[in-house]
């Protein structure tokens, strides 16, 4: 395979972004009209001129997408897919807390840390606009435990769990075909731990 990258997504990638979470999250998950909003709701603004992508993927010099980190800033999203947030439990509020919507990778490809690589860089570019913290539902069901690993592995914590989170959204789950009957933990990492508490 030709080199990877990590690059900030365009709305060109937008077609074979969707044939990636057809295949590896499961058809239909994402139309192309939610990725459109999903590409707008992951860039922030810093001034007039002065955006900043914050959704990754990643992928080969000729475009072909391995990966997707699904990333919006605070401020420019308020719910997940499903149904299950525990704001008044995080160590900050909604408005200075980034999502972490969706992060999947080939499944030829885990476990080489790219995942956790995206992250990575998906965290630092959210320390730069000042995002106090990140929330995300973790797929409890993930293959190999994957998801929960990478994120326990970045210090993220669980808040809360929703079983049947995902099951009145129109898709085929590769888990359990339709509906999806998965489980979400709501996870939290907090950036800007209070002085004493980290
Ligand atoms: C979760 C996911 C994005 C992480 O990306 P990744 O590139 O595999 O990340 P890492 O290589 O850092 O692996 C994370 C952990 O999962 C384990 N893992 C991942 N794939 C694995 C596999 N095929 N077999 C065994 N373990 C695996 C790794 O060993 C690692 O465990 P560790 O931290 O205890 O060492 C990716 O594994 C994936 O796409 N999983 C399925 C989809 C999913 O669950 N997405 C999250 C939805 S909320």
């Known amino acids: 395979m030709n080199a990877l990258e990590i690059r900030p997504l365009t709305l060109e990638d937008l077609p074979a972004v969707k044939s990636f979470t057809d295949r590896a999250i499961g058809d239909g998950y994402y139309s192309l009209p939610e990725l459109e909003k999903i590409h707008q709701q992951s860039l922030f603004h810093a001034g007039q001129k002065d955006q900043k992508m914050l959704t990754l993927v990643l992928s ?3 475009k072909q997408i391995f990966g997707v980190r699904i990333t919006y800033p605070p401020g420019q999203w308020s719910h997940g897919k499903g149904k299950g947030l525990n704001p008044g439990s995080w160590p900050h509020p909604l408005s200075e807390t980034a999502y972490f919507q969706s992060l999947f990778i080939d499944p030829e490809l ?3 840390g790219w995942g956790k690589k995206l992250s990575l860089k998906a965290m630092e570019a ?6 106090k913290g990140i929330v995300c539902h973790s797929w409890k069901e993930s293959p190999h435990d994957s998801s929960g690993r990478y994120l326990r592995g970045l210090g993220f914590q669980v808040i809360a769990t929703h079983p049947l989170y995902w099951k009145e959204v129109d898709y085929t789950c590769t888990r359990c075909g339709k509906p999806c009957l ?10 800007a731990p209070a002085k004493g508490t980290s």
């Open 182 to 191: 998965c489980t979400a933990e709501e996870m939290y990492l907090d950036l």
């Open 60 to 62: 080969t010099p000729e």
């Open 110 to 112: 885990t476990a080489h």
């Open 126 to 131: 959210l320390l730069q606009i000042h995002a």
